[in-house]
């Protein structure tokens, strides 16, 4: 059955960095697009970045350009998220996506804390 697991959350300091990995089986990995969301404590999921299926094409969230890179590794169906300068507002449960149009996956979400 498809899976997509996330890990690499965890508390962080104000300025720090964490990187997130999100590992999927189940499905052809390079034919979706694949992206993270985020969910903060009473706001609406959000769209953090985001990549084409062969890694061509990524995009951004305003609110982290310059600071979150995404990357994906369609050898070991992976894909993952480098966030550096992490500041309180980041705060929140990030979700990795998988999807190509006609189908999309989601995967159960890992919580990053950033607080001194």
């Known amino acids: 059955q498809v899976q997509l697991v996330e890990s690499g959350g965890g508390l962080v300091q104000p300025g720090g960095s964490l990187r997130l990995s999100c590992a999927a089986s189940?499905?052809?990995?390079?034919?979706?697009?694949m992206s993270w969301y985020r969910q903060a404590p009473g706001k609406e999921r959000e769209l953090v970045a985001s990549?084409?299926?062969?890694?061509?094409?990524?995009n951004y969230g305003d609110s982290v350009k310059g600071r979150f890179t995404i990357s994906r590794d369609n050898a070991k169906n992976t894909v993952s998220l480098q966030m550096n300068s992490l500041a309180p507002e980041d705060t929140a449960v990030y979700y990795c996506?998988?999807?190509?149009?006609?189908?999309?996956?989601w995967g159960q979400g890992t919580q990053v804390t950033v607080s001194s």
């Open positions: 996506k998988a999807y190509n149009g006609l189908r999309s996956y």
């Open positions: 189940g499905f052809t990995f390079s034919g979706y697009a």
């Open positions: 990549i084409s299926n062969v890694g061509g094409n990524t």
